[in-house]
């Protein structure tokens, strides 16, 4: 490490003489030591999918859930520290309860992504605190239609048509850039993200048995078993 830049990595609320904050930026480099993850938006829905690594066979799979419902409407996927990652989560599944209890139902999904971000963002600018580690990816259907989000540890928000978080992302982000069509059908959405991370993740044992995710308008988030994703794969 630079001799200057040692005065400025201590503290969370110090810049650097070039406009940098070291912890948020060492934040973002433990997003990228984690799993790989995409969402991608499809002719009538959205879709997520995420590799899935499993450090030990003595390790329940069913345990590791990269994927987190937080209602029937709106999912995640999250890449980074998993505990950080758990406390975000439960954060957006209660202030999804919050606005469904003041106005009824979720109207805008971009506000409960911004609330998220909000409490990611405080934790740049306090001293005593450091920021999450983690990226998250949200999707879902509002009244505007297929939603897709994506948050980092700065608290910086994103809608895309297609977005990826997590070691493998500029590789996962090359392909879709290139391959990426308007009104793709839901099996087309799912094959592309499949090759997609298949083209970034070093260790293809991850790639066994993905988790996937989607949902169409007028239904609800529906998981895919294993037995649903072995065809992908096939």
Known sequence: MQQGQMAYDRAITVFSPDGRLFQVEYAR??????????????????ALISEKKVRSRLV??????????????????TS??????????DFARISDQQEKVTYGSLMNIENLVKRVADQMQQYTQYGGVRPYGVSIIFAGLDSIGPRLFDCDPAGTINEYKCVSIGAGKDQVTAYL???????LS?????????????S???DESSM???????????????VFTSEEVSKYLN
Request: hydrophobic share 45%; aromatic share 4%.
């Open 186 to 198: 839901e099996d087309e959405a799912i094959r592309m993200g499949i090759a997609a991370l298949k």
């Open 29 to 46: 480099e433990a997003v990228k030591k984690g799993s790989t993850a995409l969402g991608i938006k499809f002719k009538d829905g959205v």
């Open 177 to 183: 850039e290139k391959e990426y069509k308007e009104n």
């Open 80 to 89: 980074g520290l998993v505990a950080d990652a758990r406390v975000l989560i």
């Open 200 to 202: 970034a993740v070093a």
């Open 60 to 77: 329940e799979k069913t345990s590791l859930e990269k994927i987190q419902l937080i209602d029937d409407r709106v999912a995640a996927v």
């Open 208 to 222: 066994k048995e993905p988790e996937i995710a989607s949902i169409k308008m007028g239904e609800t988030f529906h």
